[in-house]
Structures are given as C-alpha cells and as structure tokens.
C-alpha cells in the first residue's frame, strides 16, 4: 500500500466537494483564538489564506520575505482570472471549465480537485467584486471577459494587463484589515529556514529576520507553505528574483513528498534574451494572442534579412509570411495551451527562420496590425463612419488596442525601445511557472500532518501544462475557499492542545541546524559570487531539462548539477555577516536548495518515458513533432521521497489517476 | 536592439545599517551594456565589488517588470531616475552616455528610515493601509452576483488607474514636505468611486488619514511633484478627492 492517499470524498464529481465539506469537523468559533497557524507567503493563496482564517478567528502568523506582503509575486501576473460564469452566452459552464483544464493539462491532474477549482471560481469573482477589486467593465456598467488560450469561450476576467496586481491587491487589502484587528500578525522581512516537527506533525517554523540575521522559533498548530514556484531554479525566468522554493524544499527534506517536479511551463510570449547581464525575462500576457498573430518568414533569406538588419518584419508581403499556428492548429490558431504555442516557436527557429539577432537567432513576431485595422473598422463603424479610410481605422484601432493592453505596449517599449504599435513586437518562450510541487492531497495536506501547501507551491490541480488565467483561480481558491474548511477539519483535533512551546528539543535542534548550515556558507569564502553558479545552474537546467529533453541530455544534467553543487560548496564567496542584511547570504541559501531540486526535476523528467503537456521528451513525439502520451504507464502522478542529498536516490511514489468524469484521450487542437 | 557599452561613475549612497552614518562612496564601472535594465547595472557593480572582496550595495528589488514596487532609489535627484512613468527596474542604461556620473541615494523621509545602504522601511505605508485600506467583507463566497450592481464604466476605470499604485513611495521621496497624500488619495478614490466602498468610505478617510498624520508624512501643499515622478501616472485628482471626502465625512459623520 502506497503511503499516498488522495483522500477523495466519495460520491459523483460534482458532489464530492458539497458532500465532503458538509461531513467534515468545525472548530468552534470560542476556540479558534486557542489555535495558532503559520502562513509562509502572501501571494494570491498565502495572502486569501491568512486572511480568511484571521476572520474566522485563529491567531495567525503570516510570513513574507519582501518588504511587505503587497509585494509577492502574484502581482505581475497580467492576463486574467477565469470564471465559469457563462456571462457572455457562449456554452461556459462548471464542466466545461474542468473539461478545459483537465484536457489543457494533458490529462495528467487529479479530477476531483481541478472539478472543485471548477466550481468555486464564480465565487472568486464574486467575493473580488465586493471587495473593491476593479476589473474591467463595458459600457453597461457589467463585467467584460476575454478569451484565453487552450478554450474556445470567453470566460476570463480581467484589469486591463495588470489583473493580478489587482487581484493581490484585494488580497492584501483584506490581510492588511485582518492585521489591523490584530488577528494577522505580520512578519515582513522573514524567510522561513526550516519546519519544525513535534510527534511528527508540523508545529512551527524557524525563520531568519532579514534585517537583524536572527534566528527565531514560531510556534503553531498547522503550517500553510503558499511561497510559489521553482521557475528561478533556471535563473533566467518570468519570476521575481526572490522567487525561490526553499520553504517547499525544506518540508520535502522534513518528509513531504515533492510531486511531477519536471512538469514546467515555458510560456510563449516572453521578450527574448538579450546579453549575459540579464538578470530576468519579462512575460507578455497572453492575453495579447487575443489580438496578435505569430509569425515568422516563409523564406529562410528574409529572416536572415532580418537578423542582419537589412529588412524590417514590415516589409515582408502578407504572403511571404508564415502563420504558423494558425497553420498547423486551425481550430484554436493562436490561442493553442502554452506548451503547444512555445514547442512552435521553438520548431521553426531552429528550423533557421527566427528573427531575433541574438545568439541563438532565438525570436518569433506577435503581430497587431491586422487586429488594429479590423477593430478600427468596428469602432469607426459604430461611431456612425461606415466608411472609415485606412488612416482613420488605424488611427481607431491603436486606440482600441491600447485600451486593452496599454500597460504592455509601454513596458515592451520600455524594456526594447521598439514600438509595437508601428512593428511587430519580438517574442520567446521563457520560463513562467512551475506545475510541479509539494503533492498534497484533496484537502491539501502534505505527507506531513498539519502541514498544508497552497497555490503554486502545491502540484495539485494542473497536470502538465496549465491554461493561462488558471493560476490567479487556483491561488484566490485554495486560499479563500478550501483551506479555510480543510485546515479547520485538521484542526478540530487541536483545541485541547493548548500553546504550543518553542522550548523543545525539536525546536532547538532545528534551529541550531539552520545556523549551522549558514555559517557552513559563509565559511566557504571560495572566489565565485551566488549568481555565477546560479547562472550555470540555470543554463544546464534550460539545456537539458528545458523545453526539450532527451535521456542523454538528462543523464548528463544529474552528473553536471551533482558537479556544480560540489564546487558551490568549495568556491562560493559571501561576504559581510550572517547577523546583518545580507542579500548574498540569502541568495545563496535559495540557490542551495535550487541545486538539489534541479536534479530531481531531471531525475523525473528520465523517469517519465513519455510527452505530456510541458514535458516534451524528443524520443516520444510523433511525425509532426506532437507529443505522445503513454497512458498506459504514465497516467500517474510521479511522488519522490527524499532519501539523502542525492536525488538519483530519492524514492518514488506512484499515484494512479483514475478518470470517471471525463473520457481520456488524445489532446488535440486541430 | 543594438546594444553598446558604456563607461560610468557612481556615486552611490553607503551606509551600514540604521544606525551608523551613512556617505557616498564612487565607484567606476565600465562596459555596461545599454541594453541593460539600470538594476542589472547594480548586479553588475555588485558583482564586481563580490569579486573585490567588497561588501555589494544593498537595494530593494524583486519583480523587475515595474509592477512589485519594490524598487526605489533617487537616481541624479529624481524619484526613478530620469525617464517620466518608469519605475528603476525598467529605467534602461540607453537612457545615460558613456562617461556620465550618476549619484544613487535612497528616498529621504524621516518616515521611511534608512535600514541600509538604499534600502529603506516602507512599512508605514502598510499601516495606512491597514487602518481603512480596505471593503469590510469577510470571505464567504456568499456575496451577491458580481454582475448584480452595474458600475459605469467611468467610474471602474477612474477606480482602475487610482488603484494602479504600486506603493513605491516615490511621491513621498518627491515631496519637499514628505507627503503621503498621493498615496492615501489613490486608495481612498479607488474605494470612494465604486459602490461597494461607500458604505465605510466616511469611516475610511478618516482612518487612513490619522495614520497617515501619526505616521509623520508631511501635508500636501499642491506642487505636483508626486505626480510628475509617479511611475504610474497616478493623478493629483485622486488628492482632490480625497479632500473632497475628507471634507464630506467631517460634515456627515455621525458622532
């Protein structure tokens, strides 16, 4: 018997999470202020989370490395959230939104949680709405939604290309009102360095205080890990530059098993690389595939034109341009899932026709000129000009366009000093999120009890690829809407409790550990910073266990990480002190923890002899360079158990995942 | 994008921690691309200074796409830098010559105190906001249809651009008197125009406004230089407004 249970309710699909929600135990509102719950992150789930058990009335710690939590990554995103509202009348249902991230997924998630995702997103916008957050709306004063990739409705919700700022913005608003009652306390400027368990159950954290460098011990009944993705293991990414997975990795060393690590988004529409001293890539929504067109050129000697700077994408003839994805994927064109779209983008480049005169001639064109003449026409149109001539229509649709996606027409032209308005922008996958993550069951526990994991931190809920606007959705539901009724199940055994003591063994112990392995660091005082083995990390990790990968490729990335993580330990140099603010101490904490991980992304990715969603292995693909799925011996969820600090020795545990709602079958976007 | 390199001099604000005295140290620093982000220029200085055996210069810096507002710095006297509606992270090295000296100093406020080098407390902005910031309603799923209250699209997108504040506190640092009232504005006018936030908004102003006073920001004496150095271009109405029901809640409140 595996040591995995999924703990799903049973009962028809859509009546697992009514059914399971009314059989499961309360705290009663006299005791929650007898109970204490850590949160780790205030991003969309760690933020809805701390807040709503603060209301409930737990005492809650909540925990954040930036300066504040307004900050966390969630901020950036840009797109939308997605709803099954069905507010535009075209066949949105709870169904179809599950069938949508079930199949967008590669049929590789668990249906019983993403069916639960399902049903709570209408009540996401709703509670969003009332608390302030100002998505975009029409001229009648109702909500406006757009189309996202991988779905052939309109069923995302958005605030121009900024919806998450918004959306963590209400977040944070409702945590900052909970901390102003004194229910949240707020912890700024704090990394949890470690979880500390009691009796085998998680009680506590220790956390270093960014600031001072002291150590501290937190005590509590359950811990909530909401501190995101891995997708900095490859340096260069979308994600923030202290997005790290530490405080998963810690509690996978302490006996949470790590799930599908390999399972990694390359998002299509990133501004390309362009020199060794950049630090991030910057994500243009994908949303813009609502109104742009992909494209690179049909001739081999334009785009070398191109890259040599001899020919402008303008001057290329209609006919002399090649559509890729409206080529090979007619029924969805350019809103094919991410995966499809980046694995495109990569084909005909290094087929030789992209654009980019970098390194790597590594660049494909996203292209508006045709959506501005056309909603030009519209707008002059309803304006009462049925005529309009091109001048106007153009001038018309750059307004129109700029209504919609201004904020990311002027961070291209800030980051690229080209105008996308007058030419095509130039984009490339990057890495963008992680669907891997710390395996949690239907509640969202880990392997370890009383330990819950939230949001992107978790792997729960989007198999191996995830549609755009799906990430907003799962952070605001685990965080507002499951959570708080799973925790309080877990709970509801805690109120004879009582406090919780810091004084323990387990506690001292941990912490002394913790300051061991600082000042192991810190005693290196090697020759090379943080960020030069970062960027190696980061340049085998996009190399071999990027958007393509073979066995070779990956065999040799185990050998390469193990060799780089040796000479990390013998040659890294930090200075300054550990009790002080020391921005290179933690870097090199997080990149402590990178090193391991990476290896078990490719130790998983060797494991899985198939294609599926974002795990793209060359040896299974059929002729027209599509995926192939082995449902008969990877329709499970790959869960590694640390052994020790080789990954090659972690253990595997298998969940089987069994589909009843839903058909299996291929993925296809024709 | 053709890139270049250039040859800089900084001259860049030092100080150990909250207690010590700070100064400026200069630093040259050669071959940087212009292609580079003005924080990648930092890493770049950092790096070299790690390879020095030198302590880095410490800076707040997370998201670099101009979103997080973690970013700050007074880059040659202004708030961002020299580019108008850009945050630091996405002011580019394109924008300076070779052979420029550039002065980096942290925002000055005595309500945001230095903790070190260019890194400074912000945390009294999240104590205004944790005094009214914020709708009074506890998570439940059981609020009514969000479509039930049509908003006129003005007023959503008026609540839009105000909310857009990333809460930097450049409109602090611009402020010959430190004030924060572009800040409160923003977020006061965002709740204030949509219907959800009437029912406190009284409540609201005058919360946010005593912390505002308690936390030491300075009063508004209408120069305007919030709003020119605002990354997001948020605007002086929302200050008016904020007064406007500043004004209201002093001649409505019940009390």
């Known amino acids: 018997m595996s040591i995995l249970d999924s703990k799903i309710p049973e009962g028809p699909i ?5 059914n399971h929600k009314n059989q499961m135990k309360l705290v009663a509102p006299n005791n929650r202020p007898k109970i204490d719950v850590i949160v780790i992150g205030t991003g969309l789930a760690g933020a809805s989370a701390a807040a ?11 925990f954040c490395f930036q300066d504040s939590p307004r900050r966390a990554h969630s901020i950036a995103a840009q797109g939308g959230i997605n709803a099954a509202k069905n507010y535009q009348n075209d066949g949105d249902s709870t169904y179809r939104l599950f069938y949508d991230t079930i199949k967008g997924g590669d049929y590789r998630s668990r249906e019983s949680n993403v069916y639960r995702l399902a049903e709570v997103s209408a009540n996401i916008i709703d509670q969003c709405v009332a608390q302030g957050v100002p998505f975009a709306r029409e001229y009648g004063g109702l909500l406006d939604n757009r189309s996202f990739g991988g779905v052939q409705v309109r069923r995302t919700f958005y605030a121009a290309g900024q919806t998450g700022q918004q959306l963590l913005l209400g977040a944070y608003s409702a945590l900052s009102r909970q901390i102003g009652l004194g229910r949240v306390k707020m912890y700024n400027r704090h990394e949890m360095m470690d979880i500390v368990k009691l009796d085998g159950k998680a009680r506590g954290i220790i956390a270093r205080n960014l600031v001072s460098g002291k150590l501290e011990r937190h005590s509590a009944h359950a811990v909530v890990i909401a501190s995101g993705g891995y997708g900095n293991v490859y340096f260069l990414s979308t994600n923030a530059m202290g997005s790290n997975v530490s405080a998963a990795w810690k509690i996978h060393k302490k006996g949470a098993l790590f799930a599908n690590p390999c399972y990694v988004q390359i998002h299509p529409t990133c501004i390309p690389v362009h020199g060794t001293n950049q630090s991030k890539l910057t994500l243009m929504s994908e949303s813009l595939r609502n109104s742009g067109r992909i494209w690179v050129p049909k001739k081999k000697e334009d785009a070398d034109a191109i890259r040599n700077g001899k020919l ?4 290329i003839a209609e006919d002399d341009r090649d559509y890729y994805l409206e080529r090979r994927y007619p029924a969805f064109g350019n809103l094919v899932p991410r995966d499809v779209a980046s694995r495109a983008a990569k084909e005909r480049c290094d087929e030789g026709f992209g654009i980019e005169a970098n390194d790597t001639n590594e660049g494909v064109y996203l292209d508006f000129s045709s959506e501005i003449k056309s909603k030009g026409k519209q707008v002059a149109y ?22 919609k996606y201004g904020n990311l027409f002027q961070m291209y032209q800030q980051i690229t000093a080209e105008n996308p308005y007058e030419t095509p922008m130039k984009i490339y996958p990057a890495v963008h999120y992680t669907m891997g993550g710390v395996w949690v069951d239907y509640n969202l526990q880990s392997t370890i009890p009383g330990c819950f994991v939230a949001g992107e931190a978790n792997f729960s809920d989007h198999g191996a690829n995830r549609l755009g606007a799906s990430a907003l959705m799962q952070g605001l539901a685990d965080g507002y809407f499951v959570l708080p009724y799973t925790i309080a199940n877990y709970l509801s055994n805690e109120i004879r409790t009582g406090e919780i003591s810091t004084e323990s063994k387990e506690f001292e112990k941990a912490e002394m550990d913790v300051a061991e392995s600082i000042s192991k660091l810190m005693n290196v005082k090697g020759n090379k910073s943080v960020d030069h083995f970062h960027k190696r990390l980061g340049l085998i990790m996009w190399n071999k266990v990027g958007m393509s990968r073979s066995e070779a490729g990956l065999k040799s990335a185990i050998e390469e990480i193990k060799g780089l993580r040796d000479e990390f330990y013998n040659d890294v140099f930090i200075p300054g002190e550990s009790n002080e603010m020391n921005a290179e101490l933690e870097k090199a904490l997080r990149v402590a923890d990178l090193l391991e991980l990476g290896q078990l992304m490719a130790v998983d990715a060797l494991n899985r002899n ?6 793209f292995r060359e040896e299974y693909q059929d002729d027209e360079g599509e995926t192939l799925r082995d449902d008969k011996k990877f329709k499970y969820v790959s869960a590694w158990e640390y052994k020790d600090g080789e990954a090659t020795n972690s253990a595997l545990h298998k969940e089987d995942l069994k589909y009843e709602a839903i058909k299996i079958a291929e993925r296809n976007y024709k | 994008m053709a890139s270049k390199f250039i040859n800089v001099t900084l001259k860049v604000w030092r100080q150990k921690n909250a207690d010590s005295k700070g100064n400026i140290e200069t630093y040259q620093l050669a071959k940087v691309s212009t292609d580079s982000s003005f924080l990648e220029m930092l890493d770049q200085l950092n790096e070299q200074l790690i390879n020095e055996k030198q302590a880095p210069v410490a800076f707040d810096h997370d998201c670099r796409e101009g979103i997080c507002g973690s970013c700050s710095l007074y880059i040659d006297g202004r708030a961002h830098g020299p580019q108008t509606q850009t945050t630091t992270c996405q002011l580019h090295m394109r924008s300076f010559n070779d052979g420029d000296t550039i002065y980096i100093e942290p925002w000055r406020s005595k309500a945001f105190p230095i903790i070190k080098d260019l890194v400074v407390d912000r945390s009294a902005f999240d104590r205004v906001q944790q005094s009214g910031g914020f709708v009074s309603v506890n998570t439940s799923g059981n609020t009514m249809d969000a479509n039930a209250i049509p908003i006129p699209k003005a007023d959503a997108d008026n609540a839009f651009n105000a909310a857009t504040c990333i809460g930097c506190g450049a409109c602090v640092a611009s402020c010959k008197n430190s004030s924060a009232m572009l800040f409160v504005g923003a977020k006061v006018s965002q709740y204030a125009l949509l219907p959800q936030g009437k029912v406190e908004a009284n409540k609201r102003v005058q919360n946010m ?19 020119v150095e605002c990354p997001k271009g948020i605007s002086l109405e929302n200050i008016a407004r904020m007064n406007r029901e500043f004004l209201k809640s002093n001649l409505t409140s019940e009390k």
């Open chain 1, 610 to 615: 198939e294609s599926c969603g974002g795990h």
């Open chain 1, 14 to 18: 859509d009546q697992k999470w009514t």
């Open chain 1, 52 to 62: 709503s058990l603060g209301e409930m009335g737990y005492n809650v710690k909540s």
């Open chain 1, 312 to 315: 402008k994408p303008t001057q």
């Open chain 1, 382 to 403: 309803a304006q009462g000009d049925h005529n309009p001539n091109e001048e106007t229509s153009i001038r018309l649709g750059k307004k129109w366009v700029e209504e």
């Open chain 2, 209 to 227: 406004v005593r912390q505002m006073d308690e936390e030491g920001f300075g009063n508004c004496t209408n120069t305007g230089a919030c709003e």
